[in-house]
C-alpha cells in the first residue's frame, strides 16, 4: 500500500471534521480560562488523528465485507479497497496499527492530565468502533447523525477544553460512587460546541442522503430512510439556520466573544450553497456544499477566537 492509497482509504481530505473542533477547543481554552498546554495538545491532536484515521478506514473495511449491492451505485469507485485493489490483510493491519498509535498516545496523554480523560477516550474510541463495526453498525441506523455530532463536535471539543485544565475539577470522582460536577462550566462548554455538533451531523446527513439508495440497497436503515428524502432536506436546510441562531445567542450571553460576527458575514455564501445542495442533492457535484459550510463557520470561529486573543 504506498502513500497515495494510504490516504485514500483514512480519507484524510475528511479529518478537518475531527481537526477543527479541537484547534476552536484549544482557542477557547486560552480565552475563557486563560490556559493552553503546548505538549499535552500535540499529544491529543496525533492521538485523535490516528483515532479518526483507523475508524475511517475500518469504515471502509466493514463495508467492503457487507456489500450486497455494489455495480450500479459507484460502490468499486468510493471505496478504495475495490477502486485500488488494496489487501484485506494490509488493510486490516493499517487499521490494527492506527488504533494502537492512539490508544498509547492517549496513555501518555492520561499522564500528563488525569483519568477523567482516559474514561472519555476509552468511550471515545469503543463508540468510534460500534459506528463502523458489528452486526448493525451505529453507520446504519437513524442514530448515526447524532452520534458522529457529539462525538466529533462535542466530545472532542470538550476533551480540547478540559486537558488544558485538568487541574479545575469540573468532573471529579469523591469515591463511593458519587461523581462531582461542575454544571454551570459544563454547560458553558457543551453549550458553546452545539454549532460544531449541528454542522458534523449535517456532513452526515448529506451524506446518507445523497447514498439514500444505495444504503436501502444493502440494508442500511439511516435517518433518511425513515423521514424520507425531503424531510431530511428540510432538516439540512433548519440545521445550517440554527447553526447562526446558536453562535447569536452565545454571543448576546457573553459565552462567545462578540469577534463572532464575522461568521455572519458569510450567511450568503451559506445559504448558496445549502441552496445547491437542496436543489440537487448528489455525491459527486453538491455533496461537498455541506463540507464547505462547515469548513467556513469553523475557519470563521477560529478567526474570531484569534481576534478576541489578540484584542
Known sequence: MNLKEFLKLVEIQTKVASIFPMIIGFL??????GSFRGFASLLFFL???SLDMGTTALNHYSDY???KIGKGYGFEEHNPLS???LKQSKVRAVIVLLFLLSFALGLLLVGQTDYMVLFLGLISGLIAIVYSKGPIPISHTPFGEIVSGSLMGGVIFFIAVYIQNPQENWIFYEGGGRISLQLDVLIQIIFVSLPLVLGIAN???ANNICDMKEDIGNGRHTLVSYIGKERALMVFGISQILILLLLLIQMLSELFPWTGMLVFLSAPLLYINTKRFIQSPTKDKTFVSSVKN???????MVLALLGALLW
Open 28 to 33: 477557547y481554552s486560552r480565552l475563557s480560562f
Open 47 to 49: 492521538s485523535l488523528l
Open 65 to 67: 465485507k457487507k456489500e
Open 83 to 85: 477502486a485500488h485493489g
Open 203 to 205: 456532513i452526515m446527513l
Open 294 to 300: 462547515f469548513v467556513l463557520v469553523a475557519s470563521l
